[in-house]
């Protein structure tokens, strides 16, 4: 487990404290191209201040500054399927059945709005029920940074599970005022770019303020569940099947990439003859070889 680059010990601390920052899970050439497809999206932060008229819907809905996936934009589509997150999420759960819940892509620029957020935990938009931090029944957060994030440029505040067991998991949202010994625990995660913040869905978070003169913060946000358990997760990604991004993603990824989303994998039952070349009808541009190879691919008789 520790060749990869989410290893053992990180594994330890969040199973510990509910949190763990993986520092420099991409490289700067990897940060360096995920940046130049966030600008597919959102200016940067000079651009904005150069021309405010240009970039008006910012201003419109700052705190929302959010895309979801799939991307017209292959290296986020790669880093919301990454191949270390997928075997992370395996080891982790005990289950090679791990589905990703939900991607977007977040841009907040200073002097633009308020940020700064309520202690909470996610689970409300996550699951029917409360979560369990145990077996597959797991649900696995996850912000991934393209930019460096000093204080002044939002951080994000956690809480050690280890001091707020005794919390309770309701209600989610906690205030200041009537909460403080919870505000006394956390600990902003002053992240560089390229860093991984890893989270439970019982770990107490929030946003901080941007109160710096200028700049933006650029991040991506991961969800990833047991696919055993329908009462978790967030979306169903055939929802986004006819979307040219969707059809983007399917064709160039792996095939174990296309699973997170819920596709079938090679070898299973759903794999005829004829849903091969149907699929490979909608897909042109998807290497088929791989589901040819494992069977399952017989006419189906009704």
Excluded: C
Excluded at 32 to 54: S, V
Excluded at 112 to 132: C, I, K, S, W
Excluded at 213 to 241: E, I, K, M, T, W
Excluded at 251 to 279: C, I
């Amino acid at each position: 487990m520790d060749n990869t680059r989410i290893t053992d010990a990180h594994a330890a601390i969040l199973k510990r404290h509910g949190y763990v920052i993986v520092p420099k899970f991409l490289n700067p050439e990897e940060v360096a191209a995920a940046r130049r497809e966030m600008l597919l999206y959102f200016p940067t932060a000079e651009e904005l201040a150069e021309r405010p008229n240009r970039f008006g819907w910012v201003h419109d809905d700052p705190e929302n500054l959010q895309i979801e996936f799939p991307f017209a934009a292959d290296v986020l589509n790669h880093n919301s399927t990454h191949p270390d997150i997928i075997s992370f999420v395996e080891r982790l759960l005990g289950t090679r059945e791990v589905l990703l819940s939900q991607a977007a892509i977040w841009a907040k620029y200073a002097g633009t709005a308020t940020f700064e957020q309520t202690m909470h935990l996610d689970y409300e938009g996550n699951t029917l029920v409360v979560p369990r931090d145990d077996g597959d029944f797991r649900q696995v957060n996850m912000i991934l940074y393209y930019s460096d994030v000093p204080a002044g440029l939002g951080p994000t505040f956690v809480a050690s599970q280890e001091k707020t067991k005794a919390q309770g998991l309701w209600p989610p949202f906690r205030p200041r005022k009537k909460y403080p010994e919870l505000y006394r625990e956390e600990k902003p995660v002053l992240a560089e770019a390229g860093d991984l913040l890893i989270f439970s869905m019982r770990t107490f978070h929030r946003a901080g303020e941007l109160t710096a003169d200028a700049g933006v913060r650029f991040s991506h946000h991961l969800v990833y569940r047991g696919a055993s358990h329908a009462f978790n997760g967030y979306h169903q990604y055939s929802h986004f099947g006819e979307k040219p991004e969707m059809q983007r993603f399917v064709e160039r990824a792996t095939p174990r990439q296309r699973e997170m989303l819920g596709f079938p994998p090679p070898g299973h039952s759903y794999w005829t003859k004829e849903t091969l070349d149907a699929v490979a009808m909608r897909y042109p541009g998807m290497d088929m070889g791989p589901y040819k190879k494992r069977g399952g691919a017989k006419s189906r008789k009704v």
